[in-house]
Every structure is written in structure tokens, then in C-alpha cells.
């Protein structure tokens, strides 16, 4: 019987492979909800035009799949796909949903937003967030410098100023600005080390993970072949395909299209 399916075991944190009921390192056996809802899952699979989603990082959950049967799914922390135990993500946070036999997903208004995994470069616009590692950014336009005199004459004194057409800042809890940093040129990096923006202590990023650059006013991000992969916030709604992987609050989620 297939119960499990890499399910990762709660108290030793080992992967449980399909068919156990047990973990083979210290025998805590594998959750009831786990199996019926695998069971529910295998049941399922006669319909080849539908997709499912597989949970990759998930707080203990990994290994879950969804077969999404109906004509769409709420997720959020109510809806057809729960994750209650996920803070970041809104009661109703996006809607998997079918539009002429194309899976798509929709941002139902939520507070953190929906991601979707980069494959090369992606277009850019001001005020658009991205995902690099654990960190949250912000493209920017720089803002037009005011070299005016005081009413009494004085010019304020500053540091030397670059030209630069862009930032890119990092946003922290509450939505509040961290660490910014000005483009020197028409593109800047973003990575653990050796980079215009460094995040040392961030060990999902790669020494050199993105690059953002500009052409003639228009803005690019492109993921550098990097193991965890840059993230987008979709506007509004977007198509997925075989192999996108989105990210929504704490949880990771890889698209598979059976057909």
C-alpha cells in the first residue's frame, strides 16, 4: 500500500520513503492524515488532463502532493489547500485555477504575495518585489537629487553622487526599508560575497545569485544557474507550466502537469 511519500519523520527529521508506515531511524510512525491523504492522492490519478502540486519546503509537511481535480483551489490558511500553521500566508492567499485547460494561479489580494521561480531572466519594473535567499527586494528608481540652495543660500553637503538610474532595496518586517544599494553602472549584483549587495549570513544564496540590469530604461533580473533560484511576485495572475516551482508565505510548491 502506498502511504508515504518522503514524508520527513517530525522527530528525527528523516525522509520517509513511500510504502512506510514507520521511520526506519527511530520508529515514530508516520502520521494518519499523512497516509489518508496520500491514499486520497494515488485514488485519484485517472485523470490525466489534471496537475498537482508537490509541497518541497513545507515545515516538517514535505512530500505532500495536491491533485488539483476541481475547477480551482483556494490556498491560504483556509480553502481546499490549507496551511494553517503558515503566518505569512493569508486566509485566502491565491486561487489554482483552470482557465481552458491552462493551470493558473491568482494573487486573491493577499499581504506577502505569490512568487514564481525565474528560469533565466525575467522582465523588471520599478517598484516590483523580488526573492533572492531569504531576502525580500525591492527594484527602485533613484530619486532625482535636489541640489537647491537653503532660503538663506547654503548648500546642504553631501557625499560625492554617482550617476545612477537605479536601487535596489531589501524590505524588512512591517514592509520597512533595510539595506539599499545604487546601481554604479547599467546592472548590479546580488549575492553572499564580492557583490554590490552582500548578505554573508544568508546560506540560500549563491556567492553571486542574481544580477539586475538596465537597457535603454527597461529593467532585467536574471538568476545566476543558482541551486534555490530567483523569485518574481506575479502581478495579478499568471500560467504555469511542467517544473515552476511558486513560492507563497513559508511554503514551496513544485507544478506538475500530468498532460
Do not use: W
Not at 17 to 24: S, V
Not at 25 to 49: A, K, N, W
Not at 85 to 92: K, Q, V
Not at 234 to 257: A, C, Q, S, W
Request: charged fraction near 20%; glycine fraction near 10%; hydrophobic fraction near 35%.
Amino acid at each position: 500500500m502506498d502511504q508515504a511519500k518522503h514524508y520527513i519523520c517530525a522527530a528525527c527529521m528523516t525522509s520517509v520513503p513511500r510504502g512506510h508506515k514507520f521511520c526506519g531511524r527511530c520508529g515514530e510512525p508516520v502520521p494518519d492524515h499523512i497516509l489518508s491523504f496520500e491514499t486520497q492522492y494515488f485514488s485519484d490519478m485517472q485523470d490525466p488532463t489534471k496537475a498537482r502540486l508537490i509541497l518541497i519546503h513545507g515545515q516538517g509537511m514535505e512530500g505532500l502532493s495536491y491533485h488539483l481535480t476541481a475547477d480551482q483551489h483556494i490556498a491560504g490558511r483556509n480553502g481546499q489547500l490549507e496551511f494553517p500553521d503558515d503566518a505569512f500566508i493569508s486566509p485566502t492567499h491565491a486561487n489554482f485555477l483552470y482557465r481552458n485547460t491552462r493551470l493558473v494561479i491568482r494573487d486573491e489580494g493577499s499581504l506577502n504575495g505569490v512568487y514564481l521561480r525565474i528560469k533565466g531572466s525575467s522582465p523588471l519594473s520599478p517598484g516590483d518585489l523580488f526573492l533572492a535567499g531569504d531576502q525580500v527586494l525591492r527594484l527602485e528608481l533613484t530619486p532625482k537629487a535636489s541640489d537647491g540652495a537653503d532660503a538663506d543660500g547654503t548648500f546642504f553637503y553631501t557625499s560625492p553622487r554617482q550617476p545612477t538610474a537605479f536601487r535596489v532595496s531589501q524590505v524588512l518586517e512591517g514592509g520597512n526599508p533595510g539595506a539599499t544599494v545604487c546601481a554604479r553602472e547599467s546592472s548590479l549584483t546580488i549575492g553572499r560575497e564580492d557583490n554590490d549587495l552582500n548578505f554573508p549570513n544568508d546560506m540560500h544564496l549563491d556567492a553571486a545569485h542574481c544580477t539586475i540590469s538596465e537597457q535603454g530604461g527597461k529593467f532585467t533580473v536574471t538568476d545566476n544557474g543558482t541551486r534555490n533560484g530567483t523569485y518574481v511576485r506575479i502581478k495579478t495572475e499568471i500560467e504555469l507550466g511542467h517544473g515552476d516551482y511558486v513560492f507563497m508565505g513559508r511554503k514551496l510548491l513544485r507544478v506538475e502537469l500530468n498532460a
